[in-house]
DNA sequence: GCCAACGTTGGC
DNA sequence: GCCAACGTTGGC
């Protein structure tokens, strides 16, 4: 079982939004990254755990837990030409991107900011914090979950 | 809104 | 295969 972190603006979709749907699940597409899409499709499976981030917005940080519920299957908004996401180049046939399903676990009593990660020294080699790493989904150490959520 | 740090595209 | 131009992400 692996730990990641998946990073969501709340504007667009928040984990508030993932608690209110339906069983409480959605699937997470709109991947468009590569290197996020082989993590996905390759290490992503059933009963990973991941901390929702949320970026973009007045205090970016860790909001809570979400469980995958199902592995990588085809991404389908890829194949609407209506959606935002729509890549021409990925076919049902040879389909070029891939999502998950995520089911919400719980939120935390308060949001672990991103400022309060970069003064951990234990967490400095957390992928979230390296420079210039804007993957939307990135993989977490056992020893960094367990200590990011002594924090909460 | 600015800008650093990427990733992608396309001409050559 | 190189690299300039462009687009995107995301903190601040």
Redesign the pocket.
Known sequence: MRYWIM???PDAFSIDDLRNRPKQTEHWD?V????ARNMLRDEMKKGDQAFF?????KE??IVGIAEIVRGAYPDFTAFDPENHHY?P?STPEAPRWYMVDVRFKRRFKRTI???EL?EHEALAKLT?L???????IMPVSAKEWNLILDLE
């Open positions: 990073k969501s603006e709109g468009r990254n590569y290197q981030y949320h970026s973009s917005c970016p940080g890549d180049k900011t991103l400022a970069k979230l390296r420079k210039g790493n804007r993957l939307s």
